[in-house]
């Protein structure tokens, strides 16, 4: 099974800027961040395909970037201009689907995920 591991969530005040990081034991054709805040669907935030093509949520589009380090296997999402609204756990997750989108991350459910990671805007 693919290991996924995220780290680098926390506590930032709102306009700050975090970037998550992701471990992974074998890079899959899709890579993806969702997040999910309590009493709200799990929504995908952004996808990168094993080609490097990126997609995003509207809602972040142009304040996050979601990029990889194939070498390092370990996949990124850069936040800035944090809002309260984007407060929620972030998880990291992969899937061999071919059609790798944000649009597609909402239709179906990824192979593999990680834990999450908590990340606070105030």
């Known amino acids: 099974d693919v290991q996924l591991v995220e780290s680098g969530g926390g506590s930032v005040q709102a306009g700050g800027s975090l970037t998550l990081s992701c471990t992974y034991d074998?890079?899959?054709?899709?890579m993806g961040w969702f997040r999910e805040a309590p009493g709200k669907q799990r929504e995908a935030v952004a996808t990168?395909?094993?080609?490097?093509?990126?997609t995003y949520a509207t809602s972040v589009e142009g304040r996050f970037t979601i990029s990889k380090d194939s070498a390092k296997n370990t996949l990124y999402l850069l936040m800035n201009s944090l809002k309260p609204s984007d407060s929620a756990k972030y998880y990291c997750?992969?899937?061999?689907?071919?059609?790798?989108?944000?649009?597609?991350?909402?239709?179906?459910?990824?192979?593999?995920w990680g834990q999450g990671t908590q990340v606070t805007v105030s």
């Open positions: 990168i395909s094993r080609a490097g093509a990126t």
């Open positions: 997750a992969a899937d061999s689907t071919s059609e790798c989108s944000v649009a597609r991350a909402m239709r179906i459910f990824f192979s593999y």
């Open positions: 074998y890079e899959r054709r899709c």
